[in-house]
């Protein structure tokens, strides 16, 4: 979906939106059905204020077993738009704490289907767990820990780490 700059008010444009789960915006964040929201559009000169919320879900592996599992989205976007040619190509600029929430376009429209999927990737989260007890993978099978196909014994000692364990104080575990 685009939407041209031209058209929009000056009193601004609310924007309902859904990012069906096939298409190629939504297939590249994986997800699992419909991607809604909503965003008031304000324009002030060349820019854009844009401001609004976007909910779905995504299927995330898990970083530490990798099962595959289904993550709600639910976040507030509050984005300023300005044109590309405001930055003096060429020049060197310190960003403020206030830059970071800046994007740049090119052109007289705006990608919403992109501007989406950037939202929704900025809001998963960078090791996405199946739960904060995961376990992760058996160093021995390879397996989830604590499934049933997992039975190794998570007690024993890498053989090159045993020289180690006669530096251990054998008054340690009795003290604590």
């Known amino acids: 979906m685009f939407l041209r700059l031209g058209e929009v008010p000056a009193e601004g444009l609310n924007v309902e939106f859904s990012l069906e789960s096939d298409a190629p915006a939504a297939k590249s964040i994986n997800a699992d059905g419909p991607v809604k929201g909503t965003f008031r559009i304000e324009k002030t000169g060349s820019q854009l204020l844009i401001k609004g919320s976007v909910s779905g879900y995504v299927r995330l592996d898990c ?16 984005v300023e738009l300005r044109p590309l040619s405001d930055t003096g190509e060429g020049e060197e600029m310190e960003l403020a704490s206030d830059d970071l929430d800046v994007e740049y376009f090119r052109g007289d429209s705006l990608d919403l289907d992109h501007f989406i999927e950037e939202q929704v990737r900025l809001a998963l989260p960078m090791k996405p767990l199946c739960s904060e007890e995961c376990g992760g993978l058996c160093p021995s099978c390879g397996e989830a820990t604590g499934s049933d196909v997992c039975t190794c014994n ?7 780490w045993e020289a180690l364990e006669s530096l251990r104080d054998p008054d340690r575990d009795k003290k604590s």
């Open 63 to 78: 970083s530490r077993c990798l099962t595959s599992n289904r993550y709600k989205i639910e976040e507030k976007i509050s």
């Open 154 to 160: 998570v007690e024993d000692i890498d053989p090159r």
